[in-house]
């Protein structure tokens, strides 16, 4: 494995970028709460490999992936150079006109060159790719086609894709052959969010819209490999009518609960008149048996109009720090100019039932 000084930036040249996280001064603090980066969407953060204690975010920027550093979770740079991943130049490719990533698999040790998993690379970027343009906007409509893809990479920057069984390279497609059985999964397979329950048991968790019902729901495929995968049905469907999410679930985001021993999911919630909002659900296996943990959203919008996550948040991503109970949830927070940005908030305690922004003037 590589060590984690070639991965990050130096840290001089670190510490000496502009911090992305100050409020400007037409704005209040309450507006600014929580904010960590501006012009980024979907993150994905990982701590570092190697134990050099840096931290890593891969986040949306327009169509394609873009990768930033930093030594806390908290002060990140500018955009690395290059980008990561950019759209496919090939015709016939899934993901032509957009890419975003989903998640990041640290593959490292004796599972890095096993017969399982028979490449060397050390990160595994699992993203969804579409080929229409709308598809770069944070919150697509439910008609924009996307598919799950993969790429492989030794340092994190530069990439190569892994063809999938579908013609088009994705992992997995939705039912679209003639005369092949009709899916819940009619029109996308987006967010793939993997899970290595055990060796050779993965789970991909990602998000659909079914026509039938006219909702998203979240589906989970199961792998040995990593790169071929079998669907296994819902795992989450909309919540009740009058609910933060009764119109669907998607993005959701699964980790396993060191302390409870238990699978934590997040998730995006969209309620009736559009307005996304981000919930939680718990698992005993992952698989079946999925229950929210409240009837009510334990991330919000901004109430402020200023605010720069006002008209919604979502794409959330968790991740449990050193403290069993101390919990960071990193999500993309959209503004009414239709700016997407990363922010954080953070939970302490025992109960994981509700997240605090954090402050958006660090230093």
Known sequence: MLPSAHLLSPPGRLLASPLRCHAPAQQSLSATRGLLLRGA?????????GG?????????????VALATSPD??????????????PSTDWWAFDTAAVRPSDVLLI??????????????????????????????PFPAAD?????GLAISQDGRHWARIEGDHHSGALLGVSEEEGEPQAWEASCMASPKVVMHAGGDLRMYYHSFDEMSQRYAIGVA?????????KAGKVLDAGRAGSFDECGVRHGHVVRDRAAVRYVMV????????RVSIGMAVSEDGLKGWRRCSEMPVLCPSEEDEGWDSAGVGSPCLVQMDGAYDWRLYYMGVGRDGEASVGMAYSEGQALQKFEKCDAVLM
Do not use: C, N
């Not at 050099?52 to 394609?64: D, T, V």
């Not at 979770?73 to 950019?86: E, F, I, K, N, Y």
């Not at 399982?116 to 080929?131: D, E, I, M, N």
């Not at 199961?222 to 079998?230: T, Y």
């Open 41 to 49: 969407g979907s993150p994905v953060v990982k701590r570092a490999p």
């Open 52 to 64: 050099g204690g840096g931290w890593l975010l891969w986040h949306q920027s327009g169509a394609r």
């Open 73 to 86: 979770g908290l002060r990140w740079s500018a955009p690395v150079s290059p980008d990561p991943l950019l």
């Open 108 to 137: 490292s040790g004796p599972a890095a060159s096993s017969r399982r998993f028979p490449s060397s690379a050390v990160y595994w970027l699992y993203y969804t790719g579409s080929t229409d343009e709308r598809f770069g906007s």
């Open 144 to 148: 924009v086609p996307a598919l799950p």
């Open 222 to 230: 199961r792998s040995r490999d990593g790169i071929r995968w079998m």
């Open 267 to 274: 998730y995006e919630g969209v309620d009736a008149d559009g």
